[in-house]
């Protein structure tokens, strides 16, 4: 609780800690001092100086243990290496990949990147705890990929198998959309609501549910699927089955097929950013373009927020500056139409976040240490002990 406390305020004294938590101020200063000799805890300059006695700010430290972040897409891989603040220390990309067709060049590559921010890690003397993957298909979580031994034996393994066998550190492998979620949790413009949503907008509309602050992972591997919310009643037919859904109109191949089409031009040509850049100069066919695609998102975001009732809910992905637009354009549509009550309570926001795909794949193992202090990373005594030595 002591140690959350801290990650969360960044700084804070042992006084506002003791108000926080509710703990006795001697507790707190126990524990404290344990967590400090541990090295879990540092305590950095005085903030003022009372009569006395300074009040010590402590703050975690955030370099007693590293994680490699891992996010996969449909044409890439990016790493990173992270520590438990959260700092994106190396990142290293692969682009152009065809992820999708082939798990055997996927493995490989996901490998290659983890070396390489590996090696360069245990150069740095940096003790690295565990590998968080954000992967893009939900089947990358639940299906037996084939992999190669170094015997040259094909092995039938999850992805989370192969990469810890690799490795020999402790993986944990997530639907890409959760990640963001998790980044957003923890580093997002409101971080720390109690309840959220992420619509993400990529190659199709997959989503996130954050409630009381867990992930919400429903019963079957196909939770937040809100890209096959009805959108249209009389829409065309998905491949999902259903008629009309919201990723039919709102992923990004299909915003930019309806700009391209708006513009008469060939869809290839076109990127979000440009998408966003005629509307923000008011083109008049690219600014009907996005307010209709605001509508069809804004009649999902109404379902969600009736149903749920969340804190906030989030727009991102792969949509650039595009988020912030859609954001405002369905906080103006579903004010009028969402339940009474509910009205001007919900911000809808865009988000973009750069280092936010690594970062939130290096939370499926930070937020561990967060939620439940476990502390003792294999490594640490060895560390404790060859500071001590040295
Ligand atoms: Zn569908």
Redesign the pocket.
Same mark, same amino acid.
């Given at each position: 609780m002591v140690y959350r406390a801290v990650w969360t305020f960044k700084r804070i004294s042992r006084i506002e800690l003791a108000a926080k938590t509710g703990l006795h101020p001697a507790t707190i200063t126990h524990i404290v001092d344990e967590l400090v000799t541990e090295s879990l805890l540092k305590e950095s300059g005085s903030a003022e100086i009372s009569i006395g006695r300074p009040a010590l700010q402590l703050e975690i430290n955030p370099e007693i243990a590293y994680v490699v972040g891992v996010n996969v897409t449909r044409d890439s891989v990016s790493a990173a290496l992270i520590d438990l603040s959260g700092q994106v220390s190396q990142e290293v990309s692969f682009g152009g990949l065809q992820v999708r067709n082939d798990n055997k060049y996927l493995i490989n590559r996901l490998a290659q990147s983890i070396e390489i921010i590996l090696e360069d890690a245990i150069q740095a003397g940096r003790n690295v705890i565990g590998i968080g993957i954000g992967a893009p298909e939900r089947d990358y979580l639940t299906s037996r990929l084939v992999s190669v031994s170094p015997s040259g034996e094909n092995h039938e393994q999850t992805l989370s198998e192969v990469i810890s066998e690799r490795f020999d550190l402790p993986v944990v492998v997530d639907h890409n959309s959760n990640t963001l979620a998790l980044d957003l949790q923890y580093f997002g413009e409101i971080a720390g609501v109690s309840n959220f949503v992420l619509l993400r907008h990529g190659f199709g509309v997959g989503g996130s549910v954050v409630i009381n602050h867990e992930i919400y992972y429903g019963s079957h591997p196909t939770s937040s699927?809100f =890209?096959?919310l009805t959108v249209d009643n009389n829409g065309e037919k !998905?491949?999902? =089955?259903?008629f009309g !859904? %919201?990723? %039919?109109y709102a992923s990004v191949p299909a915003i930019l097929a309806r700009a391209a089409l708006d513009l008469g031009l060939p869809t290839s040509t076109l990127t979000v950013e440009q998408v966003a850049a005629a509307y923000k100069a008011g083109h008049i066919a690219m600014v009907a373009t996005i307010q209709n695609v605001s509508k069809y998102i804004s009649f999902a975001v109404i379902t969600i927020v009736n149903t749920l009732a969340p804190d906030a809910v989030f727009i991102g992905g792969a949509l650039g500056s595009l988020a912030p637009i859609f954001a405002q354009l369905v906080q103006e549509n579903i004010e009028g139409r969402i339940y009474p009550t509910l009205r001007n309570q919900i911000p809808v926001i865009g988000t973009s976040q750069a280092a936010g795909p690594v970062r939130g794949a290096a939370m499926l193992i930070i937020r561990n240490i967060i939620n439940t202090a476990s502390l003792d990373f294999p490594t640490t005594a060895d560390r404790k002990q060859s500071s001590k030595a040295g």
């Open positions: 699927q =890209g096959h !998905c491949w999902c =089955g259903n !859904c %919201l990723e %039919l």
